[in-house]
């Protein structure tokens, strides 16, 4: 069975002190989450945030670190994942400069190393997509030059069902594409307001997910499905007990 856990990103602006940390990995713990992924924190140690997570029943998974860090400081990062005991590395987006046709190859050139020397201390090199990946360059879209630059076991893909949504693609076609890239997975929901898309607690808005998770549960290649609110009308607490509640509810998570 797939971990049903939380991105953390969706409770960034509480996660600035050591304080607020704590306060609310209890929170997430009593929601029902047993996994986390750290993104979005205050710059808290990574010792500080492994015990905290330790004494809530909580396990790092995942992350996002900083492109520009993760490029230049490479075993420093390792070393805080082993702290963390998280197995996968991710960056959150494509820095900006190696989104035009002239550099998105660059971006190959310059993380391939760092991908191998991830790889070579037993993580994974993830990397998240958004929408603006599915723009047609010379030579095919963005996401496929960007998969045929690196090996599965080089560069896994955080994928996202509401950037896939918002790129016009269908999600569950897009879970079968990416089976062997795609051992952690953001649940988010996409709603309409008026002419405006925008996020909603997973089950509360547009998205398949029943047959989305299903086709997860097919390819058999996802671990961890970490629910994720990038904007919330509500609380963001009651935002993610909604989408634990309502993923649990479809009976696809242990």
Not at 68 to 95: F, N
Request: a negative charge; aromatic letters at 10%.
């Amino acid at each position: 069975m797939m971990k049903l856990g939380a991105q953390l990103y969706t409770l960034r602006n509480y996660l600035q002190n050591e304080k607020d940390f704590a306060f609310c990995m209890k929170e997430v713990a009593a929601m029902g989450y047993k996994t986390v992924q750290i993104s979005g924190a205050g710059p808290l140690s990574p010792r500080f945030m492994r015990q905290v997570c330790d004494e809530n029943g909580l396990s790092v998974v995942l992350t996002h670190i900083d492109g520009e860090r993760l490029l230049r400081h490479t075993d420093e990062v390792i070393r805080d994942h082993e702290i963390l005991g998280c197995e996968y590395i991710g960056i959150g987006s494509m820095p900006e400069r190696y989104r035009t046709p002239e550099w998105v190859h660059h971006f190959a050139m310059d993380y391939r190393p760092v991908a191998r020397e991830i790889k070579a201390a037993g993580k994974r090199f993830m990397y998240h997509h958004h929408n603006f990946e599915f723009e047609k360059f010379p030579g095919g879209r963005f996401i496929e030059i960007l998969l045929d630059s690196f090996a599965p076991d080089e560069m896994g893909i955080t994928l996202d069902t509401y950037w896939l949504a918002a790129a016009g693609v269908n999600p569950v076609e897009w879970v079968e594409k990416l089976k062997d890239r795609i051992p952690c997975v953001h649940l988010k929901d996409l709603t309409i307001h008026g002419w405006q898309a925008t996020f909603a607690p997973v089950g509360e808005g547009n998205l398949n997910f029943p047959a989305i998770l299903q086709k997860m549960k097919e390819v058999g290649t996802v671990q961890h499905m970490l629910v994720e609110q990038d904007t919330c009308e509500e609380s963001p607490f009651v935002c993610l007990q909604k989408s634990h509640d309502n993923v649990r509810a479809m009976g696809y998570c242990d």
